[in-house]
């Protein structure tokens, strides 16, 4: 893998894989929704949506159309630390993926027309996550678990501030932001990297470089004790979520992090493009057996992804049918509180490593998950965090993840949050 | 993904006239699969395995052909609950000594049930591919349905059930389905509570000893492998498992749709409606299955078809519209969904119509042909290149008959489809005065745009048929 930064700032990874004729192209920008403030909640998300509306030379009906007429695959995505779009073709279209790319740093035109439909749209977006029991809890309980820092709110935004935001908002926002050298541009494929270097210079190198934006932020205070929140609305399951604050990617507290949710709810690996697609392994995790196996639960998840400050870590259960929440909390806890007293084995933690390790292989079985891989970890800190992964894990001794599990699973460190269905009326 | 908000849902096609300064695409290069090896054993197994090397990996999946539709009508869920419960215990090992020696070869195991086959499948490293075979030959030939485990898969799958009734888009496609297939098979979507209390060991016992038969089976390898040793590996394992007369599902004619049948689900409170429009379409191994393909991909497969372009880009109604066109085995179906805010409900309905009229009485339009075509063609080589999408394609290939030729075909067949194709196979998919519309959402905020459907017929969350709303 190579890694260049052209003289306007971008920086540029690019890694061969010959293994089919294929190339995948990925643009990230450090901008995600803890850049927002607030009255402009969800515009990250916003500007990328407007970023598939045409730009100076490609049609605003023409930018979701123009990577498909041959046959690529394309999506984006934004979350709290960034924004990203790929590509994923024959290797042929490289230069035509690098002009979309390029076209969408720098020349989108944001048509009042367009950030009208937008607004209808991602309303829709955000009412089918708030039509989710699991989703609206999820952004209830990191609501409740920040106070100061901005991964309070979600992604998609607050319904108010997208009722009211304006093209005008939007657009600066994307002018600020959108700049080479608040971004990282990743080849991954059959190319030859020199041919591909030289086409990212023709395609990016012309584009003024901007003021690097300013990122003011509050740091999380140190929660002083337990918080609780309970929703009580239609639905047919109750489900239980606790959140931790929990260690930033590039915390020494991370690795050990996420050995101890492998032990306690099965491995998922690192990557969140992919991640959704295989269940993890958890038949002897700890958890599944002490709700699941029990009875009290028939599911058991844990989520620990790499951010740039401090996140959560999140367990997520689904109560049987007649069981209490209160229950499942009880016996969660529990196992958690046995975890920050006692650690984990010698046994657990080799296989917690092995598991991981072969989840890490199945994360990168394709040019478009590795190049997601790349830019994802850049962006939020450095690639070197991914390139280091494996070693990083291999040296998590028992101790380390002993002392991380005392001081995340402390109880003033938690939110615990409950969703209580109501029977419909 | 759920944390992360995506521009689409699904990604998908488009098809448009080209633009200036648009850096050109070479010509498409050949799609070579390496060759398949397939051998049939003496027992009736057929053995298939083609080597990728992408990765040092493999994927095993031993698909036994019968599904949802061998379910007794009183036991839906039937085949799924064996397809689970044979992964915890067999003779020589117990649920956890699976799991581990899954984990100690880089690998996982998992079942996947559909309508006319389930799968047992496991990947892990290609060192361990003889030892995969074997893992996955035990659990399907020796297992013990141990009555513990069977008590865990029950309660997980209850609340399977129950989590479904709060899931509106499940509600609508449930009530789609059962509209569209009524007493055939294809109409069950799920289990209940009373088809789960009824499944015990002795009714799992007897559907493993008809259905997993080795002449009802099929092995499929893919992965960085070499295809002699695998077949020995599959002789070996496979050898000895002796054959039976697994029985075929019966198939009820579904019933033939006259008019448009409107279906509504009473979700109080909901902030959408989930909608669900469409019909009976031909089955999977149907030879018309290319043009249909096309012409779906132009209505509403993709993301810049007319669907797309006219309910999202254009009106913003919706985050998540799109048509699908699925082949079974004995019959198919193509739906258009999407969920969308409460006020739009109605005006969603009447411009899907507008299109499917449009579809029917012109086909495709201007470079519409030729854009989705490419597209269809562009995306085969992506779905293929992963080992896990070259085994779906395979397992779909010997599951519903497809030529032998399939995979290496696929482009000419799509390149050689019509204009005057894709009218006549708009015709055949897109029912405008026959067809089934099922909504979920609250009554009393879209009755008002609901007023210009014909007879509404109201139904609970179980299906039962109610009173309408108040």
């Known amino acids: ?425 | 993904m759920n944390r992360a908000a995506a521009i689409a849902a699904f990604t998908l096609l488009a098809a448009v006239a080209g633009a200036q300064d648009r850096p050109g695409v070479g010509p498409e290069r050949p799609f070579q699969l390496a060759p398949r090896v397939e051998k049939t054993l003496a027992n009736g197994l057929r053995v298939v395995v083609t080597r990728q090397t992408a990765v040092p990996k493999v994927t095993v999946t031993l698909t036994i052909l019968s599904g949802f539709s061998s379910d007794p009508p009183d036991l839906t869920g039937l085949a799924q609950m064996a397809a689970d419960i044979v992964q915890e215990g067999t003779r020589t090992r117990n649920s956890r000594q699976i799991r581990r020696q899954a984990f100690a070869m880089g690998g996982s195991l998992t079942a996947g049930v559909s309508q006319d086959f389930s799968s047992l499948s496991t990947r892990g490293l290609s060192e361990y591919a003889a030892q995969l075979i074997d893992l996955v030959g035990d659990v399907a030939m020796n297992p013990t349905l141990p009555e513990d485990e069977l008590a865990i898969l029950r309660q997980q799958h209850l609340q399977t059930v129950s989590r479904q009734k709060s899931s509106p888009q499940f509600l609508s496609n449930r009530q789609f389905r059962r509209a569209v297939f009524g007493e055939h098979p294809y109409a069950r979507t799920s289990e209940t509570e009373a088809s789960l209390g009824a499944i015990d060991r002795a009714k799992i016992e007897a559907f493993h000893r008809a259905h997993y038969r080795p002449n009802n089976a099929i092995l499929l390898v893919v992965g960085d492998v070499e295809p002699n040793a695998i077949a020995a590996a599959a002789e070996k394992t496979f050898g000895a498992w002796t054959k039976g007369d697994a029985p075929r599902p019966s198939f009820a004619a579904p019933p033939s749709l006259v008019g448009r049948k409107v279906y509504f689900v009473q979700r109080p409170n909901s902030i959408q409606s989930s909608i669900s429009i469409g019909n009976l379409a031909p089955k999977r191994s149907d030879p018309r299955w290319f043009e249909l393909t096309v012409a779906n991909t132009i209505f509403g497969g993709a993301f810049n078809s007319r669907i797309v372009r006219n309910i999202r880009e254009e009106k913003g109604y919706t985050y998540s519209p799109g048509s699908a066109m699925t082949g079974f085995a004995d019959a198919g179906f193509y739906r258009f969904s999407a969920d969308v805010r409460n006020e739009v409900t109605g005006p969603t309905i009447a411009e899907v119509f507008k299109e499917i009229d449009l579809m029917r009485a012109r086909g495709a339009e201007g470079a519409e042909l030729q854009g989705a075509k490419t597209y269809l063609r562009g995306v085969f080589p992506i779905q293929t290149s992963t080992q896990g999408g070259l085994a779906t394609l395979l397992n779909t290939m010997y599951v519903f008959g497809l030529p032998k030729d399939y995979p290496e075909t696929y482009r000419e067949k799509i390149a050689a489809v019509t204009q005057e194709q894709v009218k006549k196979a708009s015709e055949t998919i897109f029912g405008s005065d026959n067809s089934v519309i099922a909504i979920v959402g609250d009554w009393s905020k879209v009755k008002d745009q609901l007023s210009s459907l014909n007879e509404i017929t109201f139904v609970d969350v179980d299906g039962k048929p109610t009173p309408a709303p108040q």
């Open chain 1, 1 to 425: 893998m190579r890694r260049t930064t052209l003289d306007n700032g971008l920086t540029v990874l690019i890694q061969e894989e010959h293994t089919a004729p294929l190339a995948s192209v990925w643009c990230w920008y450090r901008v995600g929704s803890k850049d927002e403030r607030p009255g402009l909640t969800g515009v990250s998300h916003w500007c990328e949506h407007m970023n598939f509306k045409g730009t100076e030379n490609i049609p605003r009906d023409q930018v979701k159309g123009i990577i498909e007429e041959y046959g690529g695959s394309w999506n984006g995505y934004t979350w709290i630390d960034q924004t990203t779009y790929l590509e994923t073709a024959t290797r042929d279209a490289l230069d035509r993926m690098l002009f979309i790319e390029s076209e969408r740093m720098a020349r989108c035109l944001y048509h009042p027309d367009d950030v009208e439909s937008e607004r209808t749209v991602i309303i829709s977006e955000l009412q089918g996550g708030e039509n989710d029991p699991d989703q609206l809890l999820d952004q209830e309980l990191t609501a409740t678990a920040f106070k100061a820092h901005t991964y309070r709110h979600p992604t998609i935004g607050w319904l108010s501030d997208l009722k009211t935001m304006t093209r005008d908002d939007l657009y600066g926002y994307y002018r600020r932001y959108y700049v080479p050298n608040n971004a990282t541009l990743v080849i991954v494929g059959d190319v030859d990297t020199d041919a591909a270097l030289a086409r990212v210079e023709r395609h990016f190198g012309a584009i003024t470089p901007g003021t690097a934006p300013a990122r003011a932020r509050t740091p999380e205070p140190e929660q002083t004790g337990e918080r609780r929140l309970a929703i009580r609305k239609e639905g047919t399951t109750a489900y239980l979520k606790v959140g931790y604050h929990a260690p930033s990617a590039t915390d020494v507290d991370f690795y050990p992090l996420l050995i101890l949710d492998a032990v306690l709810t099965g491995a998922k690996g690192l990557n969140l493009w992919s991640s959704f697609r295989v269940p993890p392994p958890q038949r002897s995790a700890r958890l599944y057996r002490a709700l699941v196996e029990r009875g009290l639960a028939s599911a058991v998840y844990g989520s620990l992804l790499p951010t740039e400050d401090p996140f959560l870590y999140t367990i997520s259960a689904t109560a049987t049918e007649r069981t209490p929440l209160a229950a499942v909390e009880a016996a969660l806890v529990e196992e958690l509180d046995r975890a920050s007293h006692d650690g984990i084995t010698e046994a657990e933690l080799k296989k917690a490593k092995a598991q991981l390790r072969a989840r890490m292989v199945f994360d990168t079985d394709s040019v478009t998950n590795i190049a997601h891989q790349l830019g994802y970890f850049e962006t939020i800190g450095s690639v070197d965090l991914f390139v280091d992964a494996p070693a990083r894990i291999a040296a998590v001794s028992a101790d380390a993840v002993a002392g991380a599990a005392r001081r995340v699973f402390a109880q003033s460190n938690r939110t615990i949050g409950w969703f209580d269905p109501l029977p419909a009326a």
